[in-house]
């Protein structure tokens, strides 16, 4: 018994040094365009995180939260997009956005753009950087899923 508390003890009590360095937080923002030459002005944050949530809802998280992880890896796709620039990474952000407003049937436009934006904190004051801007493509050329 002892031996298997010991070994759950790391997954079960986090360490200090989980993270080997604290960054600024990426933020996505999509904007949809109606050409790709269009600049973009309407820039809506990507799932962005909700001011509160229930206890109920809380408690049902901690069971499933599908959407949430598909989020964290997003999140994961703009640090790698950042760190080292890849095809993939951006495929998979357009991917995740074009299926989102696919659902919503979001209209606005027949072509979307990404960026990310560092969202930092020096002496009180919010910093918003924006750290890369995709290209615009067009939506029906981007597989759902």
């Known amino acids: ?30 904007a949809q365009l109606r050409s790709p030459g269009e600049t973009a002005r309407d820039w809506r944050e990507f799932r962005p995180r ?40 951006q495929d998979e952000i357009f991917r995740r956005i074009a299926a989102d407003l696919a659902e919503r049937r979001g209209a606005g436009g027949d072509w979307l753009s990404f960026r990310i934006v560092l969202v930092s904190e020096d002496e009180g004051a919010i910093n918003r950087d924006v750290a890369f801007l995709a290209e615009p493509r067009s939506l029906a050329a981007i597989p759902l899923r």
């Not at 598909?70 to 620039?85: D, G, K, N």
Request: include cysteine.
């Open 1 to 30: 018994m002892l031996q298997t508390l010991k070994l759950l003890a790391p997954a079960l009590i986090p360490s200090w040094n989980f993270f080997e360095v604290i960054a600024d937080s990426p933020r996505i923002e999509y």
């Open 50 to 89: 909700p001011e509160r949530v229930s206890l109920p809802a809380m408690l049902g998280r901690l069971l499933w939260n599908a959407r949430w992880n598909e989020a964290l890896f997003v999140v994961s796709c703009a640090e790698r997009l950042l760190a080292e620039p890849t095809a993939h990474s």
